[in-house]
DNA sequence: GTGAAAGCGCTAACAC
DNA sequence: GTGTTAGCGCTTTCAC
């Protein structure tokens, strides 16, 4: 196998196991005597007066069982409460049918809906998704990576931008995942998004239009591709426009909460000479960004307009109801999770990479 | 085992394996060869020129192993790049190491940071959680409680009004779980939450002091038993003002999303005697009143003061900044957590229920 | 159409 | 200290 030659970093790590989750397990606390609760299979088959062989096959749906012994089975099933051990079963066809998800923060309404379709589409093929919240922690990261090597979930999906770097530098393309909103369309990855640099570019244009030339940006960390791409479609829709960006209007954060938004816009309005418009890399931190001018008496969009980015529902309910950049954020989701079983089921093929289109949607903040 | 006797309802669905999820696997599309990829421990073992059962022991962090030995095993480990099979692991011990949380709807944000409290505890303990977005859908409901038993999760925190009603209708109670925030004391689930009652009286109390008398609440379906609460506790605060609370200033919604909100905010507000506050059960719903009045032409706190409930971190972003019940989230989902893994660590024990205090949080929108 | 038996990869007695 | 071995509960040849 093509695994990573570096499985983990206990070997450095000084405390014996403190640090060591991926290798040595930690200690378990009084490990309950659990009694072995619950019939098996082998019980169904005895109370059915059938072979264990037999309840297999009626339980995976097999047509070559005669209706009159399926019957005895399906009663004796019924009869004990049995519900199949998949631990069991996943051992044995090495699949466990489970999805990972991972995203940066699950309080980010961004991504609910996105996970909404995965989750949906996984369903749809009888996978469980499994949401993981990496909080861009590192170890927590590599952690989800690692339920996947060690056969806990059968594949993954990735919407951390940190993960998602991190990912691509080590050997972790062998692993079965797939990018989502944040990728890097020169690795191997299978990956689904937008087109970053045209949708800042797009969210620029209609500022130029509204008769804005003093537009900031409110960006996150440019170590983020998407963060980049944003970035330089800002830039060049300024420079097409003939005007030359003012380095003292761009802003990077390393948060997208509404917090970080509304202390950057607070800076971006207060100084000499402020920028009449504000395009925002993200709904949340726009939204900051309202509060932030309001609270220095800025009024939106009449001293400065302001354009996020996503669309998120939160959006149209703001004072003033948001314009931004709308993602089309189930069909992500669920184009992400189709990608993600199609490399499943053939592991050889090379899945595509796929951009889904954007939309400007114009509300009262602009 | 105590399950319910009546383990699914496959004999009631007409098409042959179209909802029997719960007993009869759906049919694998193409299984994909999966050449037993990856090394075992009996690889390892030989790699190492030592039997299984050390590699076991060292993998497991005993004592009992020579320092050379263990030495040699760690380098054949770090050679091959092995990963235990926790499938394999998991059968073996009976227990998967997995944590389910059920929410209704991962986009509210209320929930994020209840998961967060309940993802950092299970981490703590060597758990990892998984997070299932019920979308108060019956069916997913049903199907996460299946993951309980049949072994792929260890036990579960149900955030899910819904799903709670259900679970402790059928005979789950032998199932090791436990309800956060949602809850009903008489029935035997270890429970974690709020005072309701005290909280939403403590709420209408405050709008009292700040002198209004025709004071609305916008409620979620009282079919809940936080809305029963909150409801008693407005109503009864009500009285205590010698006021009789009017009927039409009282709305139930089946939704938490904004736009329930806000459409139900611009009913209450046009009415002929219209309240000159309103005190809705959760912070979204709250921030969708507010854009409902103002969608009226209504203004706020000036025209109708609006409180919330939850303490979202949007709600100091709102314009007003919102005034709220605050609820411990992080330690909310904390305590569940911990209550779970106490009664996993001993089933018999029974579990207490735990209130923990709210706070009224004043901002501008009163 | 059904049963017997092998074995998935691991842990934990039990020997030595 | 270390090795041998018996399962955990299931699916799946291979016989019959």
Redesign the interface.
């Known amino acids: 196998?093509t695994?990573?030659?570096?499985?983990d970093l206990s070997?450095t790590s000084s405390k014996?196991?403190s640090r060591t989750?991926?290798?040595?397990?930690?200690?378990?606390?009084?490990?309950?005597p659990?009694p072995?609760?619950?019939?098996s299979i082998a019980g169904v088959a005895e109370q059915a007066g059938v072979s264990v062989a037999t309840v297999s096959r009626v339980?995976?749906?097999h047509e070559n069982v005669r209706p009159a012994t399926r019957a005895k089975v399906?009663a004796a099933?019924?009869a004990s409460?049995?519900?199949?051990?998949?631990?069991?079963r996943?051992?044995r066809?090495?699949?466990?049918r489970?999805l990972l998800t991972m995203v940066p923060?699950?309080?980010n309404?961004f991504?609910?809906?996105i996970?909404?379709g995965i989750?949906s589409v996984a369903?749809q093929?009888?996978y469980?998704m499994?949401?993981?919240?990496t909080?861009a922690d590192p170890g927590?990261e590599r952690s989800y990576f690692?339920?996947l090597?060690?056969?806990?979930a059968d594949g993954a999906i990735c919407l951390d931008p940190a993960t998602i770097q991190q990912a691509l530098g080590e050997a972790s393309g062998a692993l079965p995942w797939v990018a989502c909103c944040e990728f890097d369309p020169a690795v191997g990855v299978p990956y689904v998004g937008i087109d970053n640099y045209r949708a800042a570019g797009d969210a620029v244009r209609h500022l130029l239009a509204r008769g804005h030339r003093r537009i900031g940006l409110i960006n996150s960390d440019v170590g983020y591709l998407y963060a980049r791409q944003r970035q330089q479609g800002y830039l060049d829709a300024l420079r097409e426009a003939g005007i030359t960006p003012n380095e003292n209007w761009r802003m990077n954060l390393n948060s997208l909460?509404?917090?970080a938004g509304?202390s950057a816009a607070a800076v971006l309005a207060q100084q000499a000479q402020a920028p009449s418009a504000i395009f925002a890399v993200s709904d949340t931190l726009a939204?900051?960004v309202?509060?932030g001018l309001?609270s220095v008496g800025k009024r939106v969009p009449d001293d400065i307009a302001v354009v996020g980015f996503d669309d998120i529902?939160?959006a149209?309910?703001?004072?003033p109801p948001l314009t931004t950049v709308a993602q089309p954020m189930r069909e992500l989701g669920e184009t992400a999770a189709r990608l993600l079983l199609q490399r499943?089921?053939?592991?050889l093929a090379n899945v595509p990479g796929v951009l889904l289109p954007h939309r400007l949607v114009i509300r009262g903040s602009t």
Chains 1, 2 share one sequence.
């Open positions: 196998m695994f990573s030659r570096r499985p070997k014996a196991s989750v991926s290798r040595v397990r930690p200690p378990r606390e009084a490990l309950p659990r072995s609760e619950g019939i339980l995976n749906g399906l099933v019924d409460g049995y519900r199949v051990n998949e631990l069991a996943n051992l066809t090495a699949e466990s489970l923060d699950v309080g309404p991504y609910a809906e996970v909404r989750d369903r093929h009888g469980f499994l949401l993981c919240d909080g927590r690692d339920l090597r060690r056969r806990r909460d509404y917090e509304a939204i900051g309202i509060h309001r529902s939160l149209a309910q703001v004072d499943l089921a053939n592991p």
